[in-house]
């Protein structure tokens, strides 16, 4: 009798203990412990990612990183992200919710949350994509801040409570954090401080479904027939795009829409001089051989891009007070070194890009220590090293603005006819085509100043074509860039020495436009999501099209310059 008395005794004072000590109900999602071992973190190419720490450090400048390769957070919903951080200096250093990614400027149209550790406290910033000044801040002064230190953000309601080492620390009104029901991750942090993130996990509270991981790249892709390249060995032209090497190694789906499509590739910025060569005693080809490698394993041809610009020169190059003696020593090694290693893998070089000068001012040509330094044979040469490296390789000029008619081709025509007349190894010339709708060439022009270009016995390639829209571009504009899409392909399929088509990019997720040309974007022929738009398919119907067709057939559909 007395026993049971003392076993319910028991049973209640256990009872009441737990009810005392507070247990927490939110636990990780699946997936989503431990977020900081996603290989996405070793993509991003700022970030170290080793043992499973994230290091994540500003050097001399504010850093607003995100990694779009995943993993993502998507809510609906009570949800939490729980960090363990520390970081090396007093300053700012805090771990990013994105809900949607900038713009241009890493501000510019975001949509963005940082929770981190500042002079000692806990803050809260939040960055509305309308200002590089926070919309919202909140400082919340907290004990035991230094070391290792666990971090919340949990979404309760229209509430963001902040929680440190387990304690709320604050809350604040939640001012829009997940304006798509999902976020990527990410960090900012002020000069000088790294910030360290030792686990990242994404919790729930139990009666909460709608909380997930998702990894890899947001795609929705769903491969259409026929693929553009199958048309274009059937028309007899390549058709490409350019291609950066993190992005195959990151983005499945971009490899997979890659290979599928196109039948050439170039490479974006992995051949170009800072890229391969950024020191004088050191090459770096990892970047190169990922591409070139990819297009090998896919049957696809490639455009080496670019051996001499007078931009993305290394420092050793663009500051060297060498004699003419060292000027030609190094180019020619370089040129010989580069090619030399791609013989019969890279079947066109891009040798020389943008040479002609846009001001009439110090003659037709740009002026660099670097062109002056190896003197004005420097064309010739170029070419000469860059045959004698890999005979077989067809060489190329290659210029933006110099498609239609007019005095940069004009320019352009003079220069490569003076290689040609003197026996200069040059066998092609490329078309940049970097185009917006108001100031495109009109397709007869280009078609004329091809079919010159081919008197000469070159061939052209259209090398960086995109045609870059308003940012906030409406249905109508996406129809007239694919009706121009639709025109050039259609010009450089009517002659014969227009032999490839290369796009500067596929998808407008990657494309250099909104960087290079605030407020413009779309520029491509699949959406950010690896959608096809209006351009694809109007590429698609060019390729179906008969062949030979007349200067009557354009015009009409042009949305071009009179
Ligand atoms: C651009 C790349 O797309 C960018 O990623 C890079 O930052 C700058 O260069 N003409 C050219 C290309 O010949 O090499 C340029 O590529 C775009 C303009």
């Not at 970081?87 to 949607?100: E, V």
């Not at 890659?258 to 950024?278: M, S």
């Not at 970097?434 to 078609?447: F, I, M, N, S, Y």
């Amino acid at each position: 009798m007395m026993k049971k008395y003392i076993r319910y005794a028991i049973l209640g004072m256990a009872l009441i203990l737990a009810a005392c000590v507070p247990t927490d109900a939110w636990k990780p999602v699946a997936g989503g412990d431990n977020l900081t071992a996603d290989p996405s973190w070793a993509c991003t190419g700022w970030i170290g990612a080793a043992n499973g720490v994230l290091d994540i450090g500003a050097g001399n400048e504010f850093r607003a990183y995100v990694n779009t390769y995943g993993p993502r957070l998507q809510a609906e919903g009570d949800f939490g992200v729980r960090v363990t951080l520390s970081a090396d200096a007093a300053n700012l250093a805090a771990f990013s919710l994105i809900g949607k990614p900038g713009l241009g400027n890493w501000w510019n149209e975001t949509n963005k949350l940082d929770v981190g550790l500042e002079e000692g406290n806990v803050v809260v910033y939040f960055y509305d994509g309308k200002s590089f000044m926070p919309r919202v801040k909140q400082t919340f002064p907290a004990e035991g801040l230094s070391g290792q230190v666990t971090l919340e953000l949990r979404r309760v309601g229209d509430k963001l409570v902040v929680r440190a080492n387990g304690k709320e620390v604050g809350q604040l009104d939640d001012p829009g954090i997940l304006p798509e029901g999902w976020a990527y991750f990410g960090a900012s942090v002020r000069p000088n401080n790294t910030l360290h993130i030792h686990k990242l996990s994404v919790v729930a509270p139990p009666d909460n479904a709608n909380v997930a991981i998702r990894t890899g790249s947001e795609s929705a892709y769903t491969p259409t027939d026929p693929p553009l390249r199958d048309l274009a060995d059937a028309r007899g032209i390549y058709i490409g795009a350019a291609v950066e090497p993190q992005h195959l190694r990151c983005d499945p789906v971009y490899g997979e829409v890659l290979g599928r499509e196109f039948n050439i590739l170039v490479t974006e910025n992995a051949f170009k001089f800072y890229a391969i060569h950024p020191e004088a005693e050191r090459y770096t080809f990892e970047g190169a051989d990922t591409v070139v490698a990819f297009a090998e394993a896919h049957k696809m041809k490639v455009r080496g891009h670019t051996l001499l610009w007078h931009q993305s020169m290394p420092a050793w190059i663009e500051n060297a007070a060498f004699t003419p003696e060292q000027w030609e020593q190094a180019i020619h090694e370089h040129i010989s070194t580069v090619v030399g290693r791609y013989k019969g893998r890279v079947a066109y070089w891009d040798v020389l890009n943008e040479a002609i000068s846009d001001s009439a001012a110090g003659g037709p040509l740009r002026q660099t220590n670097w062109s002056t330094g190896l003197g004005p044979d420097f064309i010739d040469k170029a070419f000469t090293w860059a045959h004698e490296a890999d005979p077989e390789a067809l060489l190329f000029y290659n210029d933006y603005g110099a498609e239609g008619m007019g005095a940069k081709s004009d320019q352009v025509y003079a220069l490569v006819k003076g290689l040609v007349e003197r026996g200069i190894p040059i066998h092609g010339v490329g078309l940049q085509m970097h185009l917006t709708l108001g100031t495109a060439p009109k397709p007869e022009d280009v078609q004329r100043n091809i079919r010159r270009l081919g008197e000469l016995g070159l061939q052209v390639h259209i090398t960086e074509m995109d045609i870059r829209l308003p940012a906030n571009a409406s249905d109508d504009l996406f129809t007239a860039q694919a009706n121009m899409y639709r025109e050039y392909l259609k010009v450089c399929l009517a002659e014969t020495n227009c032999t490839a088509l290369v796009m500067w990019g596929f998808t407008d997720r990657y494309s250099w436009i909104p960087d290079a040309n605030p407020g413009f974007d779309h520029a491509l022929i699949f959406d950010k999501l690896y959608r096809p738009k209006p351009a694809y398919f109007a590429l698609r119907d060019a390729l179906t099209l008969p062949k030979s067709l007349g200067p009557e057939d354009f015009g009409a559909s042009c949305n071009c310059k009179p």
